[in-house]
């Protein structure tokens, strides 16, 4: 199992570019998140999927977008980059233990806005 | 609002020397506490749940520890290879976790 895949890698964009980054898991879990990190910020949710055909707005939606294109894919896009946006992006996925959520992440993707 | 504080923001040991790292926590309806290892340049790696105060888990190394307000990290005997980021997060209600800012451990040979 590969897991928690992410493309792509790393991604330079300039300021007002649009771009989609891609996450795909095969555990068959049915929730899956994205986040950005960011030094001195720790992991903060952007937005997330609990489940196929639903998504919810995280801490820090503003200027993302989101699509649940099946139960594997979770996609996130930005419309019009902006330097604020330069970060490190992790998707995750999680499946509902008998008590609580255990996500597990992938690479992530390098992003830098100019 | 949950809220996670990890400390020392940074921890250097020697080989073999043994240390704690220290998660508190302000959450209404603690359902789970994770701890996460983070390498350079990769995703967060899951290590352990707890659930309740009182509970302990270990792998290798690595003892996580609960109480109430607070988790501990406790690394015994630490060789190089245990440096990286160590990030502990929360959950209350439905699948959402709060993260804390994470302690970067060094050990050196």
């Known amino acids: 199992n590969a897991g928690v895949t992410q493309t792509p890698k790393f991604q330079v964009l300039k300021t007002g570019q649009s771009m989609t980054l891609q996450c795909a898991q095969d555990?068959?879990?049915?929730?899956m998140y994205w986040y950005r990190q960011d030094p001195g910020m720790g992991l903060r949710l952007i937005y997330y999927?609990?489940?196929?055909?639903?998504?919810d707005k995280g801490e820090v939606p503003n200027g993302y977008n989101v699509s649940r294109l099946n139960k594997r894919e979770f996609s996130l896009r930005l419309e019009s980059a902006a330097p604020s946006q330069t970060s490190v992006y992790f998707c995750?996925?999680?499946?509902?233990?008998?008590?609580?959520?255990?996500?597990?992440f992938g690479p992530g993707t390098r992003l830098t806005v100019t | 609002e949950d809220q996670v504080t990890q400390s020392p923001e940074a921890l250097r040991l020697q080989e073999g020397e043994s240390s704690s790292l220290n998660c508190s926590y302000t959450?209404?309806?603690?359902?789970?506490l994770f701890w996460y290892r983070q390498d350079p340049g990769k995703g967060p790696e899951f290590l352990f749940t707890l659930y309740s105060a009182g509970e302990e888990k270990e792998k290798e190394r690595l003892k996580a520890t609960l109480t109430k307000k607070e988790s501990f990290l406790h690394i015994t005997a630490p060789k190089p290879e245990d440096s990286a980021t160590y990030l502990c997060?929360?959950?209350?209600?439905?699948?959402?976790?709060?993260f804390g800012e994470g302690t970067q451990l060094t050990v050196n040979p």
């Open positions: 555990m068959n879990h049915n929730s």
């Open positions: 997060a929360v959950q209350a209600g439905g699948s959402r976790l709060t």
């Open positions: 959450v209404s309806g603690l359902r789970g």
């Open positions: 999927s609990a489940s196929e055909g639903t998504t």
């Open positions: 995750a996925s999680s499946e509902r233990t008998a008590s609580s959520y255990e996500q597990y």
